[in-house]
């Protein structure tokens, strides 16, 4: 079976094409006998002498046959897209050695090169004869970035998206992709839902709520039983809890603010304060989490936490039996060492406690104080941002109805809105302004319009009335979209508003301050998840008898380390083919550990130097990955070995045909044999081979790597490639990576990244660009901020 | 555009909390069902208590408070907790052994939320399932006013693993109960309170902004190319179905709500409430009966008890009837001194209500049958002692013309699914289901054949 047959199972997609290449140009489906491709004579005598023997004259293996490309007259049904895909095929089991198959004649290394080369060129030139295709191009905002325009547009933070069904991804596995992206009624019901809701917290009215404000000095210990944890001192899994009994409000803004000081001894990690609030203690959510932070300072000083108290589990009012709403803090850092039981002090009426460990790190709390609401002033700052001072707003009612629709209308469509656009709201909120009880309730209800209207949901990057000029606004959404997963913020539209963002000088500058910014986090974080399929993680669980002491939560660290070591190489302007190997890794406390590296303390991520004796630097020696593709008690050498293939080469193998033989059938005892065994015997079966044995080695050479990506010296990790290339371990692999696949994995980074900047899967009309952005990556010394500064600058991205 | 006042006061809401939002078919709205000769539209009612029932032992000094029946088949017999079903024992079946597998996994109060759907909550996952009720809401959808009446003493939906109604939509997400008989009255029969006012104006302003922004999705439409205006269409398809909704449920603002005769009224006390238990479970079981004689909806559940301790409204039930314990601690006590006694007559205040409300449906005429015949009711709860999670204490009433084969006390094993009664009840009803949750078949003896 030949690689590649996501090509075949994608018809779909294949078909979704060629109907536009049939609306951009009915001359291609009418001319389909033309070949798009003639190979001259010595190509052709190439693909004679290796390869028609089982792929051509009528043959044709593995389902594929050379006839309909290569043959003279007989293209009868094969179309332009059907034979350039075919084409694509040829070229990818040339390159990574699948074909010819080791049992026939074999191709020498310059045929090989001469035939790739041949091919490749091709398929570009006959692309780009072809000229521009129409695409999809507008699609709607995924899940994500609904939540944070809610929040950016609107000023206040709530969960916006618990009610949306979750987006699906592209085949490729992102999630921004306008044909996975869908709307159904589902969807325009709960986006009207959620914006009413929103914009109930929003805009405010009536008279200001009563406000609450209560200082705590001390830890309530007179409820718990003289509990030994309870403390304003807080040593390891130590609290701090403040009651408020009935006084607290509904719903709201709430701010709780910290004064504390911390004991931090050496060689030690800062203690870590978990903020939460509430106390349902008849479900099984007793608190919500509010924050977690680590406390790097011995010397006094003030901390904020903001949240919506609606958002936390509270007791229900009027019952006795619970204490009230709780406050609750705790340092939750502990070094895994062995605790002392709590002792009881023997004068009656003392308290208990627990013996002191002053080798571990300390809070000490002042004062909590619980605020709300957050912002003294009233309206909310939230409300007055909408409904903002005016002149006219006692003079001139309705004008200034239009003055605040105009500024959320152009807020929310991130661009100029054209007066006739604006009439539709005006309409809307004359119509309904007097059925409603007061302003505030009108204008909530012509907002909500705003905010299920196309254009707030949906981005769009085209003008088809104006395809050669670029619209500054797009561009703008874009770029913000691309790197922040939010709306653009006010300095990006001001450059839109100006006209200046298409201006080379000024997109660059824009581009390194988006990339500057927090809000960089989040492409670093949701590019890499999908790129390299991190959710994964989540769906493995350790097996609790081979690893007794796994701690899932873990897990998360895990996912953060890739995270941040890709983050490290953007920020720090690295090569990627640190990806491939590295000499440093960015670890915290929790990872280091995992890996037995000393003496790296806290939560926060940093560069740390690999001691000679360790195995990690790049991806594939990360737990993250490791852990992803393993079954949780063991390794899975073919898991791997395909996450290779697919994340880093793009190069996914086929799935295995449907006629698969049950192994067993070989050796009744198959199943007792050692994994390596198992897959020697797959390796041999007549219909397994031909893909598993480019596919198995690249996995095997992790063997040394456990299922939660621990170190095992004494195992077997050495393996063949196609070629006859040995490899012996993760060192071999990593060499032979850097060496030989350059190329192809910064093609495949390319591709992933362009994929997710320009929000849909790319195709085979995508070469051109792909690959001149390779070229241009590798010349940059594969930096990915060049990628990224080259991406937004081709014509794909501006349009 | 200000409509006359009248109008407004009889419609109603369709989005609310508790009466979830109807589609009418248009055809079928002519064809009022319960009131056309020969028709005798079938119905389903659950309810539900926490924290199990009296398990006394057989044999023991309290035996004749243990709610399970003693014998088996035709000839049980009732202890005194279930003493007041005597006279209805054609009209029912009571269950023994039945439960949700998944449930028997969970937290000891923890399978309220999955009574009628099945599901696995555990600290892993809380998410649920929707439904049993709610799969034959959707089935009949349109056919009456409401899809379905969701009521439950603590109203809202409470917490997860201590929710406070048994309903959940396709999605798994609870569907917020109705707990005060006033404004469930008001939804059913059309009051102008201020909620369904601003219902009202929502339904209207939403007709509105629809038709608006396909206006809007079609100029925007002009301006892109083809293959982005086969995108939008998805948009606009959404936004034709949404309005298809919309207008559906205002043309059931236009269809007069059957008033009630003065004997009706006279049952509702829609002040009852939970300062006076019986009448309170009472008048919830009368706004269940009032809904199925209107044809108002033919779906109906009803948490009357959950198990959500504190924070819960019935909690106090017992104390407030003169028991010493509230209604955990009564649950609790089975195994102190006195306690059986005392929880078996907290049993039998419950079924001395649930036979209140059968007798309620018996006494109802249609068409020459009583509601009670074509309606399937299930009772009983997910705890047989409290903390245990198998053999629910169960009965099955009504329904006999639908099939289904009373006057019997049958028992099973753990090897069926309490799912399989669900199917059953499904197939009783006309709602084609080839399984639910982790049914593994029906059951057909509870069937005539």
Same mark, same amino acid.
């Given at each position: ?234 040593? *390891? ?103 002392? @039981? ?31 609401? @957050? ?69 909530? @209800? ?21 395809? =050669? ?97 890709? *983050? ?38 940093? =560069? ?63 199943? @007792? ?52 290339? =040995? ?73 | ?9 009889? %419609? ?149 693993? %201590? ?38 104006? %929502? ?12 206006? /809007? ?56 409430? /939970? ?175």
């Amino acid at each position: 079976m030949l690689p590649g047959l996501n090509i075949l199972t994608s018809r779909v997609r294949w078909l979704t094409l060629w109907l536009l290449c049939l609306i951009a140009n009915p001359t291609c489906a009418q001319s389909p006998s033309r070949h798009v491709i003639d190979p001259p004579q010595e190509i052709t005598s190439l693909f004679r002498s290796h390869c028609v023997d089982c792929h051509g004259d009528g043959a044709h293996e593995g389902d594929f046959s050379l006839d309909q490309l290569i043959g003279s007259a007989t293209a009868s049904s094969t179309t332009e897209m059907d034979e350039l895909a075919r084409w694509e095929r040829v070229e990818k089991v040339l390159i990574n050695g699948q074909m010819p198959p080791d049992d026939a004649e074999p191709i020498s290394t310059s045929e090989r090169r001469s035939l790739t080369r041949w091919v490749g060129e091709s398929i570009t030139s006959a692309v780009q004869l072809r000229g521009p295709i129409e695409r999809t191009t507008l699609r709607r905002l995924n899940n994500v970035e609904y939540a944070n325009t809610m929040r950016d547009l609107l000023g206040i933070d709530m969960d916006f998206t618990s009610q949306l069904p979750s987006d699906s991804r592209s085949r490729d596995g992102f999630v921004n992709d306008p044909g996975a992206l869908l709307v159904s009624s589902e969807h325009l019901q709960t986006y009207l839902n959620t914006a009413r809701a929103a914009l109930d917290k929003t805009i405010v009215s009536g008279p200001a709520p009563k406000s609450y404000h209560h200082v705590f000095t001390e830890s309530d210990r007179v409820r718990w039983d003289q509990q030994a944890a309870f403390s304003n001192r807080l040593g *390891r899994n130590e609290i701090f809890i403040a009651n408020i009994k009935d006084d607290y409000p509904n719903e709201g803004e709430f701010l709780i603010r910290v004064k504390l000081s911390a004991e931090l001894p050496t060689d030690i990690g800062p203690p870590i304060l978990q903020v939460e609030v509430g106390y349902r203690p008849d479900t099984q959510i007793l608190f919500g989490k509010l924050a977690e932070v680590e406390i790097r300072q011995e010397s006094a000083q003030v901390l904020e936490f903001r949240g919506r108290i609606e958002n936390f589990p509270l007791p229900v009012r009027g019952q006795e039996k619970y204490p009230g709403m709780q406050i609750k803090l705790l340092n939750i850092y502990d070094d895994g060492s062995p605790r002392q @039981e709590a002792i009881k002090n023997k004068a009656p009426g003392q308290r208990w406690s627990f013996a002191d460990e002053p080798a571990l790190p300390h809070i000490l709390i002042e004062s909590i104080e619980f605020q709300s609401p @957050e912002d003294p002033t009233w309206p909310p700052h939230h409300h007055r941002k909408i409904l903002f001072e005016s002149p006219l707003r006692d003079g001139d009612p309705a004008s200034y109805e239009r003055e605040v629709l105009a500024a959320f209308v152009t807020r929310a469509f991130r661009r100029p809105v054209e007066p006739t656009e604006l009439t539709s709201f005006i309409d809307f909120h004359h119509e309904n302004r007097d059925q409603f009880p007061s302003f505030e309730a009108a204008i909530r @209800e012509t907002l909500a319009m705003v905010l299920v209207h196309p254009s707030f949901l949906y981005l769009r990057r085209v003008d088809a009335n104006e395809p =050669q000029t670029v619209d500054d606004h797009q561009l703008a959404s874009q770029l913000s979209y691309f790197l922040w997963s939010t709306m653009p913020d006010a300095e990006l539209l001001a450059a839109a508003d100006q006209h200046r963002l298409h201006e080379k000088d000024e997109l660059l500058r824009q581009v390194d301050r988006l990339l500057a910014d927090e809000r960089a986090q989040q492409w670093m974080t949701r590019f890499v998840d999908q790129w390299l399929k991190l959710d994964r993680l989540a769906n493995v669980a350790a097996d609790e008898d081979v690893y007794p002491d796994f701690d899932p939560s873990i897990k998360a660290d895990m996912r953060a380390e890739t995270q941040m070591f890709f *983050r490290e190489l953007v920020n720090e302007n690295f090569s990627a083919m640190n990806l491939i190997r590295s000499d440093f890794a960015v670890l915290n406390e929790r990872m280091a550990r995992h890996y037995g590296i000393a003496s790296v303390w806290g939560r926060e991520f940093r =560069q740390v130097p690999i001691p000679n004796e360790s195995h990690r630097g790049g991806l594939l020696t990360q737990a993250s990955v490791l852990m992803a593709n393993s079954t949780g008690a063991k390794s899975h050498p073919v898991l791997r070995a395909v996450w290779v293939r697919d994340r880093l080469l793009n190069d996914p193998p086929g799935s295995p045909p449907a006629d698969v033989p049950t192994l067993d059938q070989i050796d009744p005892n198959f199943a @007792e044999l050692p994994i390596r065994k198992q897959m020697e015997i797959h390796r041999d079966s007549d219909s397994c081979r031909a893909c598993h044995r480019g596919l198995d080695p690249w996995g095997l050479a992790l063997e040394n790597f456990d299922a939660v990506g621990l170190w095992h010296e004494d195992i077997d990790s050495s393996a063949e490639l196609p070629g006859g290339i =040995q490899l012996r371990g993760i060192k071999d692999l990593q060499e032979h990576l850097l060496q030989s696949y350059p190329d192809r994995f910064a093609r495949s980074l390319v591709v992933r990244l362009t994929s997710y900047a320009l929000g849909r899967q790319l195709d085979i009309f995508d070469r051109p660009i792909i690959e001149k952005l390779t070229a241009t990556f590798a010349e940059n010394d594969y930096r990915i901020k060049h990628l990224v500064r080259a991406i937004v600058q081709t014509p794909e991205f501006q349009d | 555009m200000r409509k006359k006042s009248w109008h407004l006061n009889r %419609r109603t809401f369709l989005m609310g909390t508790g009466v979830s939002l109807g589609l009418p078919w248009l055809e079928s709205m002519a064809d009022d069902a319960a009131s056309t000769p020969g028709t005798r539209p079938a119905r389903f009612c659950a309810l539900y208590f926490g924290f199990g029932v009296s398990v006394a032992d057989d044999g023991s000094e309290h035996a004749h408070w243990r709610w399970i029946p003693n014998g088996e088949g035709k000839d049980y017999q009732f202890n005194e907790s279930l003493k007041p079903l005597e006279p209805l024992r054609d009209q029912l079946t009571v269950l023994g052994g039945l439960s949700h597998p998944h449930g028997r996994t969970m937290g000891g109060h923890d399978t309220g939320d999955t009574f009628l759907t099945g599901a696995l909550m555990d600290s892993r996952s809380l998410a649920n399932s929707v439904s049993v009720d709610q799969v034959i809401a959707n089935c009949w959808d349109g056919q009456t006013r409401y899809p379905s009446l969701v009521m439950s003493t603590d109203g809202g939906v409470g917490a997860p693993t %201590r929710s406070s109604t048994l309903s959940y939509n396709q999605q798994g997400r609870p569907i917020p109960a109705l707990n005060q008989p006033r404004r469930i009255f008001a939804r059913l029969f059309g009051a102008g309170d201020e909620e369904s006012q601003a219902e009202n104006r %929502r339904l209207l302003s939403e007709a509105s902004m629809l038709d608006r922004l396909l206006d /809007d999705s079609k100029s925007l439409m002009r301006q892109l190319g083809h293959a982005d205006q086969v995108k939008l269409d998805e948009y606009l398809e959404s936004v034709r179905e949404t309005e298809k909704r919309v207008a559906n449920s205002q043309k059931w603002l236009e269809i007069p709500r059957r008033t009630l005769n003065d004997d009706e009224r006279k049952l509702l006390d829609l002040d009852a409430d /939970d300062q006076a238990p019986i009448r309170y479970i009472q008048t919830m079981y009368d706004l269940i009966y009032l809904a199925f004689v209107t044809d108002s909806t033919r779906v109906a559940t009803y948490q009357i008890t959950n198990m959500a301790d504190a924070s819960s409204r019935a909690m106090k039930f017992p104390q407030l009837l003169g028991f010493t314990e509230n209604l955990h601690k009564t649950a609790h006590s089975w195994n102190k001194p006195g306690g059986v006694e005392m929880l078996g007559r907290w049993d039998r205040v419950m079924t001395e209500q649930f036979a209140y409300f059968i007798n309620r449906l018996s006494s109802a005429e249609t068409n020459g049958g009583s509601i009670l015949d074509d309606t399937i009711i299930l009772y009983g709860s997910s705890n047989s002692q409290t903390h245990v999670n198998k053999d629910y204490p169960l009965i099955l009433a009504g329904g006999k013309r639908l099939g289904l084969r009373h006057g019997s006390f049958r028992k099973f094993g753990e090897a069926v699914p309490l799912s399989n009664l669900f199917v059953t009840a499904l197939d009783c009803l006309g709602v084609p289901s080839e399984s639910f949750a982790d049914s593994t078949g029906e059951i057909p003896e509870l069937r005539i054949t």
